[in-house]
């Protein structure tokens, strides 16, 4: 078993490798679908995004989904952020161990940009009306502990964007796995991300009527439809690796550090760090970098608490992103383990 469980490790990393994720200046800023980036659950947030190898729970469903491999209960979060000019963003997962079978998981993550005034050429300061976009991407996670050093975990998502008469969906999928070597601490993970086909919008709001040539005065004009360019996802791979600082009865220290190479943009690089004192209280901070010259994200802070409830716990998360041009992103996490 544990012989087989390397093989699918060592062939999940050969498998990701092959993948083309080195961008060019050509790619930058030409994958749609971005509301696949936008992270779930504070926790890891408040570390820059660097977790990746030592995610565990509910929020691995974002993160990295083998690390739900190790659960052992069942989990629930949900979380909501206002996002850059006030789009707001609401995500829910559940989480349960399904006993030998291993671990499935469903969330959800829901955009709304709000009310935008609807013009057209004949009335470009408006038309009186209004649309609302609207953005959902639902996944469905399976994860196993393969033996108690190997986890795997991939998850399925369908993409669904709706902008005033056109639409656009789609599917993409998450494939992680974390090895614990179980020497001093340390502990590696991999995932690829937001991996699927292209993407395109159809619907009515590309009709158009236009005057067929040649035809008497007063021949109605005709209806076409234009096709829209298809797009593709903001896939992306990510190694990464864990530490842990300080293993005591009441305290705890971890420290993190990834690597992200994107097929849309430059690379970015993400450290972070977590201190737990008698696994209740939490403090977190982070970092990312990019080598592009304006990045708008760089420090993350953040804390969390974790309280008894019964025969349950209740979890408050939360984080703090500095966003160079726009406000601050703040996140806030509730989560039930039971």
Not at 291 to 313: E, M, P, Q, S, V
Request: glycine letters at 12%.
């Amino acid at each position: 078993m544990k012989t087989l469980s390397m093989i699918l490790a060592v062939g999940l990393i050969l498998f990701c490798a092959s993948v083309p994720y080195a961008a060019n200046d050509n790619q930058f800023g030409t994958a749609g679908a971005q509301e696949l980036r936008i992270p779930m659950g504070a926790r890891n947030i408040a570390m820059a995004g660097a977790g990746i190898a030592g995610v565990t729970g509910v929020d691995a469903v974002y993160w990295n989904p083998a690390g739900l491999g190790s659960l052992q209960s069942t989990q629930a979060s949900l979380s909501h952020l206002n996002y850059l000019l006030d789009v707001d963003v609401n995500t829910g997962a559940v989480a349960t161990q399904l006993g030998s079978m291993g671990v499935m998981a469903f969330s959800i993550k829901v955009l709304s940009v709000g009310d935008i005034p609807v013009t057209t050429e004949q009335n470009p300061e408006g038309t009186g009306e209004f649309f609302a976009p609207s953005m959902a991407v639902v996944g469905l996670t399976y994860a196993r502990q393969l033996t108690d050093r190997v986890s795997f975990g991939a998850t399925g998502m369908f993409i669904n964007e709706d902008i005033h008469r056109v639409r656009a969906s789609g599917v993409a999928f998450d494939f992680g796995f974390l090895y614990d070597p179980q020497w001093q601490g340390l502990r590696f993970g991999a995932v690829m991300k937001n991996y699927g086909p292209d993407m395109s919008f159809a619907g009515s709001g590309f009709d158009k009527d236009v005057p067929l040539p040649g035809v008497d005065p007063g021949i109605p004009d005709k209806t076409v439809r234009t096709e829209s360019a298809a797009f593709e996802l903001p896939s992306y791979l990510q190694f990464g690796v864990s530490y842990d600082l300080i293993a005591q009865h009441e305290n705890h220290a971890v420290l993190y550090g990834s690597y992200q190479s994107n097929n849309y943009s430059n690379d970015e690089y993400r450290v972070g760090g977590e201190y737990g004192w008698r696994e209740s209280i939490f403090l977190r901070a982070g970092y990312v970098a990019s080598g592009l010259d304006k990045y708008i994200n760089d420090l993350t802070l953040g804390g969390g608490l974790r309280l008894k409830w019964g025969n349950a716990h209740l979890t408050l998360d939360y984080a703090w992103a500095n966003t160079d041009y726009f406000d601050a992103n703040q996140w806030l996490t509730l989560g039930l383990e039971f």
